[in-house]
């Protein structure tokens, strides 16, 4: 065969399994050529052969080191294997030879995506976007990033453009449907699932996420005739186990929706997060019907699933390091942002304190706009240590200058200007800025700080059973998990004695007990005048996109004060790690 017969090969319709036997012959007559074995590798890909098509295109890459298909195609078989670290490498080497391919740039920008430089992924889809604006995977992943980073009008109009580029795509409709129904435009996110499964309509992610957008509407009724409505292989599908679970309690199915998810477990191969989604489903089924020991079992089960290994000796330094230089003494010589901004409101504290009911309460002021937990400061705060406290090792105070602390507080105030220009005030309530507070103390010196906290059993046993998103390593283990709060507790205490920020603490169980004290208390403190919708929270339309949105969207939750009691014989270990602070 010729050069000419790969190409046509590649172009012909055969089927890839024809494909890679007559490849495979190809590759024998000329056992030099990097182009075939560069192809075969890439079918053996597609077939599902990995260890196959790293064989041949580490080939490919013996004959000819610089052939940056072969390098893309490698980074991609090692991405769809799990092996990010692998596939970055393989990209970047694709990327160095061949700068201009937006592909290769598109795909790293998965592979550190997926390692978690969230930053870099996002740089490198722009990248292959300025390279070919048309390039569908950059657009995708670009719409995801923003979707993740809140900016949620500049991920639509990445949806938007892979939309018309690939009109038929379902998963196009599906992303756009679940960024309209995080940002609480469910219509619009009916709409988006119901084109995706015109297309496509065993599409399980769209079917999902229609369900899961009527639960979110509180159509309970209309979300269980959906879901009666499947067939039994899609019942069994653990992501309508997940949305049916949350549904079984209203209708008395319990003991349905616990058979369905013991069935699915119980039956084929399921990836580890579909695991931990039905051991924390079922557990709060079995919560709810006053079980306490079966479910203890089950949030144990989907805790140690989700294990890993947390660094509490490494999260100790760095605390104690912000401890050590962030000082009242540094911070009083220090210079300020020169903007006086009074619209942010910093709420912080552990997860799962009450952070969101106290924004919902807050949020229901005609004057308050609540932003939820936002990103940005966890995006400036190592850019900060970075470039003017290296390591916490050197205190670069000539640098820090107000014109370097405009430039860094102006991105998060802008960020402010696009979600509620015409409010007067502002909250962000992502709970882990409660490290951050010497930084911003110094980017807004008209913000306000209300720390919300909670009895720390209570506390610390909500996080245990609750199934976090994104980068809460600690959770997963009773000890780990108190010995962390310890940590939290003793940075609060620091910037107790610290800061100068305005500075208001609010006990959730006080908060329960005397709402509209509480509430009157918390309006005050922002400088607004009172408004009694403040008392009517759980009218609030605003879509609430934590895990507390059911709690905040009824009157007063008091059933989670003291709930560490029905489980009092299965928590000693995070007592011990507690230790007088359990009582606290």
């Given at each position: ?69 072969a ?75 923003y ?28 992303r ?40 979110a ?64 489903a ?24 989700k ?35 009074e ?36 995006q ?48 962000d ?8 507070l ?5 980017l ?59 500075f ?38 605003r ?17 989670s ?12 270990p ?11």
């Amino acid at each position: 065969m010729k050069g000419r017969d790969l190409r046509t090969l590649i172009a012909s319709p055969l089927d890839l399994r024809r494909k890679k036997i007559l490849c495979e012959d190809i590759c024998k007559q000329r056992p030099r050529d990097a182009d075939a074995w560069c192809y075969l590798g890439y079918v053996c890909g597609r077939l599902g052969l990995p260890e196959e098509a790293v064989r041949h295109l580490q080939k490919a890459l013996s004959l000819r080191p610089d052939h940056v298909d072969a390098w893309n195609c490698l980074g991609n078989i090692w991405l769809d294997n799990d092996r990010p670290a692998e596939a970055a490498t393989a990209f970047e080497r694709a990327v160095s030879l061949q700068p201009s391919h937006a592909g290769a740039l598109a795909n790293l920008g998965r592979a550190l995506g997926a390692l978690g430089r969230k930053g870099h992924a996002m740089n490198c889809y722009k990248r292959a976007l300025e390279l070919d604006p048309d390039n569908l995977p950059a657009l995708n992943n670009l719409g995801q990033a923003y979707h993740e980073n809140m900016r949620y009008d500049k991920a639509l109009a990445c949806f938007r453009h892979a939309a018309r580029l690939a009109p038929e795509d379902p998963y196009v409709y599906t992303r756009m449907g679940t960024l309209f129904r995080t940002t609480g435009q469910f219509d619009a996110a009916l709409e988006a699932y119901g084109k995706a499964l015109e297309t496509s309509p065993g599409l399980i992610d769209a079917i999902a996420g229609l369900a899961a957008t009527q639960l979110a509407q509180g159509r309970h009724e209309a979300c269980l005739e959906f879901i009666d409505s499947l067939d039994e292989n899609r019942k069994l599908h653990p992501q309508i186990a997940i949305i049916y679970s949350g549904l079984c309690h209203r209708f008395g199915r319990c003991e349905d929706a616990l058979r369905l998810i013991r069935t699915i477990l119980a039956g084929s191969k399921l990836d580890n997060w579909s695991q931990v989604q039905l051991h924390f489903a079922a557990a709060r089924i079995l919560e709810i019907q006053q079980h306490y020991g079966e479910a203890f079992d089950e949030y144990e089960c989907a805790n140690r699933l989700k294990r890993c290994n947390y660094d509490d000796a490494g999260t100790r330094r760095l605390y104690d390091s912000i401890k050590r230089v962030f000082t009242r003494e540094l911070l009083g010589r220090l210079p300020r942002a020169s903007r006086h901004d009074e619209r942010p409101v910093f709420i912080v504290g552990m997860p799962r304190s009450g952070t969101t009911l106290v924004e919902q309460i807050l949020d229901s002021h005609p004057g308050i706009n609540g932003a939820g937990e936002l990103p940005d400061i966890g995006q400036l705060y190592p850019r900060f240590i970075r470039q003017y406290m290296p390591a916490y090792k050197e205190v670069k105070s000539d640098l820090i200058t107000t014109q370097a602390l405009d430039e860094m507080a102006g991105l998060y105030l802008e960020r402010l200007d696009e979600i509620a220009s015409r409010a007067t005030r502002i909250t962000d309530k992502m709970p882990y800025n409660f490290f951050r507070l010497g930084l911003i103390e110094l980017l807004f010196p008209g913000a306000r700080v209300i720390h919300c906290v909670r009895n720390p059993m209570d506390t610390c046993l909500s996080c245990y059973f609750h199934d976090f998103q994104g980068s809460h390593d600690y959770a997963y283990d009773q000890t780990t998990l108190g010995s962390y709060y310890r940590q939290y507790a003793d940075m609060m205490e620091h910037w107790r004695n610290n800061l100068s920020l305005p500075f208001l603490e609010i006990r959730y169980e006080d908060l329960v007990e005397n709402t509209e004290e509480m509430s009157r208390k918390l309006i005050a403190f922002c400088g607004v005048e009172w408004d009694d919708r403040c008392l009517s929270f759980h009218e609030n339309r605003r879509f609430v996109a934590t895990s507390s949105k059911e709690q905040v969207n009824k009157p007063i939750y008091r059933s989670s004060i003291g709930r560490w009691t029905n489980y009092a014989a299965r928590v000693e270990p995070l007592r011990q790690a507690l230790g007088e602070l359990a009582d606290s």
